[in-house]
T-cell receptor
Framework: ELKVEQNPLFLSMQEGKNYTIYCNYSTTSDRLYWYRQDPGKSLESLFVLLSNGAVKQEGRLMASLDTKARLSTLHITAAVHDLSATYFCAVDEDSNYQLIWGAGTKLIIKP | DAGVIQSPRHEVTEMGQEVTLRCKPISGHDYLFWYRQTMMRGLELLIYFNNNVPIDDSGMPEDRFSAKMPNASFSTLKIQPSEPRDSAVYFC???????????FGNGTRLTVT
C-alpha cells in the first residue's frame, strides 16, 4: 500500500527565512503533485513533477523530485506572510489516476 | 473558464435526510473525482469517472453513498440516509487527462445534525 508522509505537519516561521517541507512516499512513482489550500478554501495546484530530477519554481517556491530516494521537497525562500497555507503533496499510484495524499503541512508565516 | 462549479456551498441537514451534492466539471475535462475532507482523515477519494463512466468507487464508504455522471457536464453525489459522521467538506475535481493536475471546486460543507 502506497503511503505518503509529509513533514513537518506544522511549521511556524518568521518572514524572510528559508525552509523546506519534505514529502516521502513508499513505492515507485515518477509523478508527484504539490497543492496549496488556504483556510476554508479549495485546493490549488502548484507543481506537477513528472520525472526524476524534475525541478520547478514559482516565485518563492521551488519543488524537486528524487524518485530514487522517493522524496520530494518544497523549498520556501525568504518567506512572506501570503505563503501561509496548508501544503499537500500527492503521488499517483500505478498510473491509475488515484492520487494518494499526504496529511498536509500547515505553514504559518509570522511578520 | 469558470472552473469546477459545486453546489450548494453549504448544506445543513438532519440525520436521516437525503443529501445531493452537485458538480459541473471544466469543459473538456475527461476525469471527474469526488473527494471528502475531514480533520481526522484528511483527503479521501470517494469515486472517480472517466468519460462519464465510474472507474473506481472503492472509496465510497457505504451503500448510503452513490454517485452518477449522466453527461460530461454534470455529476451528483448522493447520501441517503445521511448520518452525523458524514459531516465533512466534499470536493469535486476534474482533469483533462491522468497526468494533468486536478482542478478543484470550492467544495460543499456538509453538516448533518
Amino acid at each position: 500500500e502506497l503511503k505518503v508522509e509529509q513533514n513537518p505537519l506544522f511549521l511556524s516561521m518568521q518572514e524572510g527565512k528559508n525552509y523546506t517541507i519534505y514529502c516521502n512516499y513508499s513505492t515507485t512513482s515518477d509523478r508527484l503533485y504539490w497543492y496549496r489550500q488556504d483556510p476554508g478554501k479549495s485546493l490549488e495546484s502548484l507543481f506537477v513533477l513528472l520525472s526524476n530530477g524534475a525541478v520547478k519554481q514559482e516565485g518563492r517556491l521551488m519543488a524537486s523530485l528524487d524518485t530514487k530516494a522517493r522524496l520530494s521537497t518544497l523549498h520556501i525562500t525568504a518567506a512572506v506572510h501570503d505563503l501561509s497555507a496548508t501544503y499537500f503533496c500527492a503521488v499517483d499510484e500505478d498510473s491509475n489516476y488515484q492520487l494518494i495524499w499526504g496529511a498536509g503541512t500547515k505553514l504559518i508565516i509570522k511578520p | 473558464d469558470a472552473g469546477v462549479i459545486q453546489s450548494p456551498r453549504h448544506e445543513v441537514t438532519e440525520m436521516g435526510q437525503e443529501v445531493t451534492l452537485r458538480c459541473k466539471p471544466i469543459s473538456g475535462h475527461d476525469y471527474l473525482f469526488w473527494y471528502r475532507q475531514t480533520m481526522m482523515r484528511g483527503l479521501e477519494l470517494l469515486i472517480y469517472f472517466n468519460n462519464n463512466v465510474p472507474i473506481d468507487d472503492s472509496g465510497m464508504p457505504e451503500d448510503r453513498f452513490s454517485a452518477k455522471m449522466p453527461n460530461a457536464s454534470f455529476s451528483t453525489l448522493k447520501i441517503q440516509p445521511s448520518e452525523p459522521r458524514d459531516s465533512a467538506v466534499y470536493f469535486c475535481a476534474s482533469s483533462r487527462q491522468g497526468l494533468s493536475p486536478l482542478h478543484f471546486g470550492n467544495g460543499t460543507r456538509l453538516t448533518v445534525t
